[in-house]
């Protein structure tokens, strides 16, 4: 055994919370997605559309996301640097306040306390609180790095360091406001401009949360898990690389056929076509990593996880940029085309990840094994399924959308009205809700293995004590 | 590549960063020192307190999750909301509310569009105009007082001018008077153009004696005009189309000005409908409404 010892409780404390505040924003999420064709399940005022939407987006992104991205950040960093975290205490401090946190920023948004700035709804007392949750994290992470027993640093570091300096510049400068009292402020930056930073800083929390950090679970426990070494170390420098320096470029494809100025329309929409290189560096990479052994596949129930998760960024990195040309905006941009793009990325990509990342870390804190590999496998199916369901209806609802508010009339006037475009949307809706549940069941077999790996746990080591 | 860096992790920070900043600087920073990011129209007025007040509630309601406030310069975006977003119309959005999803439809245009009893009666009861509507009812935002007090900060923190007199007299108006204010102001700062205005050929109607007409006209009206001018025409948000009195003027609208005030509706609150409606469908409601007067 090692005489260094990892502080392990920080991070199953990680875990947990995460799954937790995944399954409150799971179930919010089912909620609005019935009160989408169930106007009656709207409860004013705190459990409307418009506030319950914001808790949804905000729970699964600061709380699930980013709650299992400091835990399993944590559980990364001390492995590839050999040693504990540096300051464990302030760690232990990071969870408590993160939960905290999370907590007043659910009731705030609950209340209606909202900046209007998507994926920054926080008011700003709370965005001092995600700032200072991010300070520390940053401490722990450079502290340990520093500090490390392990001269090289690992593809994931990498990942792990640029999410670190990119979601600090990011969080800092969008959400600059003038406060107007304790719970409303305004943007620092006003129309336009407003609209530029919010989208700079849109995008690339999707790069920067749902990406990188993503990625760095990604290149850490794939060849953990399988034995596998990752195919090559060059391919993932020119993408690490790549992938850094372009995404910060592309928030203006979100604003095309906006006011915001054309050339900064057009610079956001190549940049975003030139991103597929480096997400499929990391894609490719993936694929030929498990190409030395395919058979992994069968033999370990992880790898398909890993890989279906990859194949499923891999589609999100094409659909994404074909999203940004202009004449695909104008069909599918506002309809539900794009929900069904983003939650592939979410429940297929992040999700699938985060989840095998945790099948591998729970047992390894605990010294066991999964409790049954036949529940994981049921939960990817039902989570696959689920997931492909929910985008694919929103492709096609998002596509007649976008064509029904286009038709015309042999005369020019306007084929349908506004409600007739609408109303089409309700078979589709209804699916999508039957499509979340199947996932949301998936999930509830995920947190039941976890659960019965570590009460598993726990008995051994009562009986081995 | 050197892998000198690798084993350096303040280096690869510094490094890492500047990549980072490279094209946040070039897209975000820089356009920020132009005069292109602060455009203003010169009709623009900065928000009164009351119209202020109801931005604040369309946002702490989130409607911006289900509309959007941009109207892109597409034909048919055109046509059906009005003329495309100008940049300097949003310069005293702090945010910018432009959205991202259009579950409703878009809002830039809707100041003006319809009366006030509209709004209100549709934020109480939108299924009573669109029976598929999924929208949340907020009739209950009446219930609530303003508070000046809140409002004078608010407006300060804007930098918007204000009096007193203004923001005392906001504690007799409810939540919802705001955000009907706030509705009216949308996208006023540009100057409304008529709807596309098809060609009128005719002077009187050609489906005047057809009787599938009247059914289509009778079918049209149910869906669009029922809501605001009553069963039959006999009135409600918007005049009684019975009593031929609805142009201010005695029995003498000829069959072409009802179908011009259809087509392109009123600055009285009249929304235009020569977008929506082909000239087949206007002239069916024409005869619609010829054929109700006729019978009252």
């Not at chain 1, 760690?91 to 907590?103: D, P, Q, S």
């Not at chain 1, 329309?265 to 597929?276: A, D, H, K, P, S």
């Not at chain 1, 809706?429 to 499509?435: E, H, I, S």
Request: aromatic letters at 14%; a positive charge; proline letters at 5%.
């Amino acid at each position: 055994m090692s005489d260094y010892q990892y502080d392990h409780q920080t991070v199953k404390g990680f875990i947990v919370s995460s799954i937790f505040w995944g399954v409150v924003g799971i179930v919010v999420g089912l909620w609005i997605s019935i009160q989408l064709w169930r106007p009656e399940l709207n409860i004013p005022p705190f459990f409307t559309y418009g506030r319950l939407r914001v808790v949804h987006t905000n729970g699964l992104a600061f709380g699930l996301g980013i709650g299992a991205i400091f835990g399993l950040s944590y559980y990364i960093v001390m492995r590839l640097t050999k040693r504990p975290l540096l300051f464990p205490k302030l760690a232990r401090f990071h969870l408590y306040l993160f939960n905290a946190a999370i907590a007043l920023a659910a009731v705030s948004l609950f209340m209606g306390m909202n900046q209007s700035l998507e994926y920054a709804e926080l008011e700003w007392p709370l965005d001092i609180g995600v700032v200072i949750l991010w300070v520390i994290f940053a401490i722990n992470v450079f502290g340990t790095i520093i500090k490390r027993k392990e001269e090289q640093m690992y593809i994931s570091l990498w990942y792990i360091i640029a999410t670190v300096i990119a979601v600090a510049v990011l969080y800092i400068v969008n959400n600059l406001s003038i406060p107007a009292g304790l719970f409303k402020s305004y943007h620092l930056y006003a129309g336009v401009n407003s609209a530029n930073v919010e989208w700079w800083y849109g995008h690339n929390a999707v790069g920067f949360i749902f990406t990188t950090p993503i990625l760095a679970m990604f290149y850490y426990f794939l060849p953990k898990s399988t034995g596998l070494p990752i195919f090559s170390h060059r391919l993932s420098i020119i993408a690490f690389w790549s992938l850094v320096f372009a995404y910060l470029w592309t928030g203006a494809h979100h604003l095309v056929y906006t006011p915001l100025p054309d050339w900064i329309q057009t610079l956001g929409i190549v940049f975003t076509l030139f991103l597929i290189a480096p997400s499929w560096g990391s894609v490719v990479n993936g694929y030929y990593t498990v190409g030395s052994d395919w058979s992994k596949m069968q033999t370990n129930y992880l790898t398909k996880f890993f890989i279906m998760g990859i194949t499923f960024y891999g589609l999100q990195t094409v659909q994404g940029p074909t999203q940004a040309i202009r004449v695909v905006s104008s069909l599918i941009h506002y309809t539900d085309w794009v929900p069904g793009h983003v939650h592939m990325g979410t429940m297929g990509w992040v999700t699938m990840t985060t989840a095998a990342s945790i099948y591998y870390v729970i047992p390894k804190i605990y010294n066991t094994e999964i409790y049954s590999i036949k529940v994981a496998n049921t939960h990817f199916w039902l989570v696959l399924i689920g997931q492909l369901m929910f985008s694919i209806t929103m492709w096609i609802t998002g596509i007649q959308q976008g064509a029904l508010w286009k038709a015309v009339n042999p005369d020019g006037s306007l084929k349908y009205t506004f409600m007739e475009g609408l109303a089409k949307n309700y078979p589709f809706w209804q699916l999508r809700t039957v499509a979340g549940l199947i996932f949301t069941i998936g999930m509830l077999f995920f947190i039941y293995n976890i659960y019965m790996t570590m009460r598993k746990g726990k008995a051994l080591a009562a009986s081995r004590a | 590549m050197s892998g000198e860096i690798y084993r350096k992790p303040i280096m690869f920070a510094i490094v890492a960063t500047v990549v980072i900043l490279i094209g946040t600087i070039v897209t975000m920073f820089y356009p920020m020192l132009t005069p292109e990011m602060h455009p203003k129209l010169e009709n623009l007025k900065p928000y009164t307190a009351l119209q202020l007040a109801g931005k604040d509630i369309y946002q702490r309601e989130g409607c911006n999750n289900c509309h959007t406030q941009t109207v892109r310069p597409l034909k048919t975006e055109v046509m059906r909301y009005g003329e495309y977003s100008k940049a300097g119309e949003f310069t005293y959005d702090r945010p910018f509310l432009w959205g991202s999803k259009r579950t409703g439809p878009d809002l830039a245009r809707i100041g003006g569009k319809y009366p006030d009893a509209w709004h209100y009666q549709h934020f109480d009861n939108q299924q009573a105009f669109f029976p598929e509507s999924n929208m949340p009812k907020y009739g209950w935002l009446k219930d609530t007082r303003l508070n000046p007090a809140e409002i004078e900060a608010h407006m300060k923190a804007n930098g918007f001018p204000y009096t007193k007199e203004e923001t005392s007299s906001l504690s007799s108006k409810s939540e919802l008077d705001a955000l009907v204010a706030y509705m009216q102001v949308l996208g006023t700062a540009v100057a409304k153009k008529p709807a596309q205005v098809r060609a009128v050929a005719e002077e009187k109607n050609p489906l005047a004696e057809d009787a599938k007409a009247y059914q289509l006209g009778e079918e049209i009206y149910k869906q669009n005009c029922e809501a605001c001018h009553g069963q039959d025409g006999k009135g409600g948000i918007g005049p009684s189309l019975q009593d031929r009195t609805w142009l201010g003027k005695e029995g003498d609208i000829s069959d072409s000005q009802i179908f011009a005030l259809i087509a392109d509706g009123t600055q009285a609150g009249m929304p235009p409908y020569g977008a929506q409606l082909d000239k087949n469908r206007i002239w069916s409601l024409v005869s619609y409404i010829r054929h109700e007067q006729q019978s009252k």
